[in-house]
Protein backbone atom coordinates (compact mmCIF):
# COMPACT_ATOMS: atom_id res chain seq x y z
CA UNK A 1 0.00 0.00 0.00
CA UNK A 2 1.32 3.26 -0.95
CA UNK A 3 2.68 5.66 2.05
CA UNK A 4 0.15 8.93 2.75
CA UNK A 5 0.18 12.13 4.55
CA UNK A 6 -3.15 11.26 5.69
CA UNK A 7 -3.32 10.80 9.50
CA UNK A 8 -6.49 8.94 10.16
CA UNK A 9 -5.35 8.84 14.17
CA UNK A 10 -6.46 12.69 14.67
CA UNK A 11 -8.77 14.83 14.01
CA UNK A 12 -8.42 16.15 10.01
CA UNK A 13 -7.51 19.41 9.44
CA UNK A 14 -10.07 19.38 6.39
CA UNK A 15 -13.15 18.88 7.79
CA UNK A 16 -14.46 22.73 6.98
CA UNK A 17 -17.94 24.22 8.39
CA UNK A 18 -21.12 23.77 6.05
CA UNK A 19 -23.27 26.91 7.11
CA UNK A 20 -24.03 29.92 4.84
CA UNK A 21 -21.50 32.30 5.16
CA UNK A 22 -18.57 29.58 4.45
CA UNK A 23 -20.32 28.00 1.89
CA UNK A 24 -20.76 31.34 -0.25
CA UNK A 25 -16.84 31.94 1.31
CA UNK A 26 -16.06 28.98 -0.84
CA UNK A 27 -18.35 29.70 -4.49
CA UNK A 28 -16.48 33.00 -4.51
CA UNK A 29 -13.28 31.09 -3.75
CA UNK A 30 -14.00 28.57 -6.71
CA UNK A 31 -15.04 31.02 -8.94
CA UNK A 32 -12.78 31.37 -11.28
CA UNK A 33 -11.98 27.75 -10.92
CA UNK A 34 -15.09 26.89 -11.84
CA UNK A 35 -15.25 29.46 -15.10
CA UNK A 36 -12.10 27.61 -16.60
CA UNK A 37 -14.00 24.20 -16.30
CA UNK A 38 -17.02 25.95 -17.74
CA UNK A 39 -14.92 27.16 -20.73
CA UNK A 40 -13.96 23.27 -21.23
CA UNK A 41 -16.87 21.07 -20.45
CA UNK A 42 -20.51 21.53 -21.63
CA UNK A 43 -23.67 20.21 -19.69
CA UNK A 44 -24.81 17.21 -21.61
CA UNK A 45 -24.79 13.43 -21.12
CA UNK A 46 -22.00 12.20 -22.44
CA UNK A 47 -19.82 14.65 -20.46
CA UNK A 48 -18.45 13.44 -17.19
CA UNK A 49 -16.16 14.97 -14.28
CA UNK A 50 -13.69 13.64 -11.71
CA UNK A 51 -12.57 15.75 -8.62
CA UNK A 52 -9.20 13.89 -7.02
CA UNK A 53 -9.28 14.74 -3.14
CA UNK A 54 -12.94 16.10 -2.48
CA UNK A 55 -12.08 17.53 1.13
CA UNK A 56 -15.45 18.73 2.57
CA UNK A 57 -17.30 17.97 -0.92
CA UNK A 58 -17.48 21.90 -1.70
CA UNK A 59 -16.18 21.82 -5.32
CA UNK A 60 -18.02 18.59 -5.98
CA UNK A 61 -21.57 20.01 -4.62
CA UNK A 62 -20.93 22.89 -6.59
CA UNK A 63 -20.23 21.11 -9.85
CA UNK A 64 -23.68 18.58 -9.01
CA UNK A 65 -25.52 22.16 -9.42
CA UNK A 66 -24.12 23.52 -12.19
CA UNK A 67 -23.89 20.64 -14.58
CA UNK A 68 -27.19 18.25 -13.64
CA UNK A 69 -26.95 16.08 -16.77
CA UNK A 70 -23.72 14.88 -16.37
CA UNK A 71 -21.91 12.22 -14.33
CA UNK A 72 -19.60 13.62 -11.67
CA UNK A 73 -17.64 11.54 -9.48
CA UNK A 74 -15.14 11.94 -6.63
CA UNK A 75 -12.12 10.30 -5.07
CA UNK A 76 -11.14 10.71 -1.34
CA UNK A 77 -8.94 8.84 0.38
CA UNK A 78 -9.97 10.05 4.24
CA UNK A 79 -13.01 8.24 5.07
CA UNK A 80 -14.27 11.21 7.40
CA UNK A 81 -14.02 13.29 4.21
CA UNK A 82 -16.00 10.83 1.81
CA UNK A 83 -18.89 10.97 4.27
CA UNK A 84 -18.94 14.40 4.61
CA UNK A 85 -19.10 15.12 0.10
CA UNK A 86 -21.70 12.43 -0.14
CA UNK A 87 -23.73 14.57 2.52
CA UNK A 88 -23.43 17.30 0.24
CA UNK A 89 -24.44 16.02 -2.81
CA UNK A 90 -27.24 14.30 -4.48
CA UNK A 91 -26.45 12.01 -7.69
CA UNK A 92 -22.57 12.46 -8.07
CA UNK A 93 -20.74 9.20 -6.94
CA UNK A 94 -18.11 9.32 -4.40
CA UNK A 95 -15.39 7.11 -4.33
CA UNK A 96 -13.03 6.39 -1.26
CA UNK A 97 -9.05 5.71 -3.10
CA UNK A 98 -6.15 7.01 -2.89
CA UNK A 99 -5.07 9.55 -5.72
CA UNK A 100 -1.35 7.49 -6.62
CA UNK A 101 -3.38 4.06 -7.06
CA UNK A 102 -6.73 4.16 -8.70
CA UNK A 103 -8.75 2.69 -11.15
CA UNK A 104 -12.58 3.88 -11.57
CA UNK A 105 -12.70 1.32 -14.70
CA UNK A 106 -14.14 4.46 -16.64
CA UNK A 107 -13.08 7.47 -18.41
CA UNK A 108 -13.78 11.03 -17.87
CA UNK A 109 -13.72 14.56 -20.17
CA UNK A 110 -12.14 16.79 -16.91
CA UNK A 111 -10.67 15.56 -13.94
CA UNK A 112 -9.74 18.41 -11.49
CA UNK A 113 -8.19 18.36 -8.37
CA UNK A 114 -7.37 21.16 -5.90
CA UNK A 115 -4.55 21.20 -3.88
CA UNK A 116 -3.91 18.34 -3.08
CA UNK A 117 -0.87 16.78 -5.48
CA UNK A 118 1.24 18.63 -3.21
CA UNK A 119 0.37 15.84 -0.10
CA UNK A 120 1.25 12.86 -2.24
CA UNK A 121 5.12 11.11 -2.13
CA UNK A 122 4.55 10.13 -5.73
CA UNK A 123 2.57 12.50 -7.81
CA UNK A 124 3.99 11.56 -10.61
CA UNK A 125 1.97 8.12 -10.25
CA UNK A 126 -1.01 10.23 -9.70
CA UNK A 127 -0.41 11.96 -13.24
CA UNK A 128 -0.49 8.39 -14.51
CA UNK A 129 -3.37 7.59 -13.54
CA UNK A 130 -5.04 11.05 -14.30
CA UNK A 131 -4.03 10.46 -17.88
CA UNK A 132 -5.26 6.63 -18.05
CA UNK A 133 -8.70 8.29 -17.09
CA UNK A 134 -8.84 11.18 -19.54
CA UNK A 135 -10.45 10.28 -22.51
CA UNK A 136 -8.44 11.58 -25.62
CA UNK A 137 -7.70 15.26 -25.21
CA UNK A 138 -9.37 15.20 -22.30
CA UNK A 139 -8.83 18.10 -19.91
CA UNK A 140 -6.39 18.37 -16.42
CA UNK A 141 -6.92 21.62 -14.05
CA UNK A 142 -5.22 21.30 -10.71
CA UNK A 143 -3.66 23.89 -8.38
CA UNK A 144 -0.91 23.31 -5.49
CA UNK A 145 1.03 25.86 -3.42
CA UNK A 146 3.50 27.27 -5.32
CA UNK A 147 7.14 26.89 -4.22
CA UNK A 148 8.78 29.94 -6.27
CA UNK A 149 6.38 32.30 -5.08
CA UNK A 150 7.05 35.73 -3.61
CA UNK A 151 5.47 34.35 -0.12
CA UNK A 152 7.83 31.96 0.33
CA UNK A 153 10.82 34.41 -0.39
CA UNK A 154 9.58 37.27 2.16
CA UNK A 155 8.54 34.69 5.06
CA UNK A 156 10.69 31.86 4.74
CA UNK A 157 10.25 28.91 6.81
CA UNK A 158 7.14 30.84 8.06
CA UNK A 159 5.36 30.27 4.63
CA UNK A 160 2.27 28.45 5.27
CA UNK A 161 3.00 26.34 2.48
CA UNK A 162 5.36 24.61 4.53
CA UNK A 163 3.19 21.68 6.61
CA UNK A 164 4.01 18.62 7.47
CA UNK A 165 1.43 17.10 4.62
CA UNK A 166 2.96 19.11 2.29
CA UNK A 167 5.66 16.68 0.58
CA UNK A 168 5.92 17.39 -2.78
CA UNK A 169 6.36 21.49 -2.77
CA UNK A 170 7.26 22.34 -6.37
CA UNK A 171 7.84 25.76 -8.62
CA UNK A 172 5.69 26.91 -11.22
CA UNK A 173 8.12 25.81 -13.72
CA UNK A 174 9.00 22.07 -12.45
CA UNK A 175 4.96 21.43 -12.52
CA UNK A 176 4.96 22.44 -16.23
CA UNK A 177 8.07 20.56 -17.02
CA UNK A 178 6.57 17.35 -15.25
CA UNK A 179 3.22 17.69 -16.46
CA UNK A 180 4.97 17.95 -20.13
CA UNK A 181 7.50 14.60 -19.55
CA UNK A 182 4.28 12.72 -18.25
CA UNK A 183 2.64 13.76 -21.98
CA UNK A 184 0.45 16.60 -20.88
CA UNK A 185 -0.05 19.44 -23.52
CA UNK A 186 -0.20 22.42 -21.65
CA UNK A 187 -3.23 25.07 -22.46
CA UNK A 188 -2.13 27.25 -19.34
CA UNK A 189 -0.33 27.78 -16.63
CA UNK A 190 0.03 30.45 -13.99
CA UNK A 191 -0.24 31.68 -10.50
CA UNK A 192 -2.61 33.92 -8.29
CA UNK A 193 -1.36 36.59 -6.19
CA UNK A 194 -0.13 37.64 -2.22
CA UNK A 195 -2.42 35.61 -0.05
CA UNK A 196 0.39 33.66 1.66
CA UNK A 197 2.00 37.23 3.61
CA UNK A 198 0.16 38.50 6.19
CA UNK A 199 -0.11 41.65 6.21
CA UNK A 200 -1.34 41.85 2.52
CA UNK A 201 -4.90 40.18 3.74
CA UNK A 202 -5.15 42.89 6.48
CA UNK A 203 -7.14 46.22 6.31
CA UNK A 204 -6.39 48.36 3.67
CA UNK A 205 -3.84 45.92 1.66
CA UNK A 206 -6.38 43.16 1.95
CA UNK A 207 -8.94 45.12 -0.52
CA UNK A 208 -6.37 45.18 -3.35
CA UNK A 209 -5.25 41.15 -2.82
CA UNK A 210 -8.74 39.95 -2.50
CA UNK A 211 -9.99 41.79 -5.77
CA UNK A 212 -7.18 40.70 -7.30
CA UNK A 213 -8.19 36.96 -6.47
CA UNK A 214 -11.97 37.63 -7.24
CA UNK A 215 -11.91 39.17 -10.45
CA UNK A 216 -8.52 37.85 -12.17
CA UNK A 217 -8.01 34.86 -9.84
CA UNK A 218 -4.47 34.00 -12.04
CA UNK A 219 -2.32 35.43 -13.83
CA UNK A 220 0.69 33.68 -16.52
CA UNK A 221 3.38 34.28 -13.93
CA UNK A 222 5.41 32.39 -11.62
CA UNK A 223 5.59 34.32 -8.62
CA UNK A 224 1.77 34.04 -7.07
CA UNK A 225 0.74 32.15 -4.03
CA UNK A 226 -0.71 29.15 -5.85
CA UNK A 227 -0.12 27.65 -9.06
CA UNK A 228 -2.43 26.33 -11.39
CA UNK A 229 -2.02 24.34 -14.63
CA UNK A 230 -4.69 23.55 -17.08
CA UNK A 231 -4.06 20.75 -19.67
CA UNK A 232 -4.66 18.61 -22.12
CA UNK A 233 -4.26 14.92 -22.62
CA UNK A 234 -1.63 13.98 -25.79
CA UNK A 235 -2.88 11.53 -28.59
Known amino acids: MNKTTVDLSNPTFYAEPNNYLYRLKRK ?22 LEIGTGSGFLT ?3 EKEYSNIT ?4 EYDNRLVELTKSKVNSSIIIQG ?33 NEHLVEDGIFIFTTPNLGCISNKVMKMKWHGYRIDH ?24 SSFFSG ?17 FFIGFLPWSKGESYIGVFRKNK
Not at 28 to 49: E, F, G, M, P
Not at 103 to 119: A, C, G, P, T
Not at 197 to 213: D, R, V
Open 28 to 49: ITYRKILNIINHHISNQANQSI
Open 197 to 213: IPFLNKFPFGIFNWFLL
Open 167 to 190: VSLKSKNDWDDLLLKQEFYKLYSG
Open 98 to 130: NAENFDLKRKFNLIVSLQVIEHLYNPVDMLKCV
Open 72 to 75: IYGL
Open 61 to 63: SFL
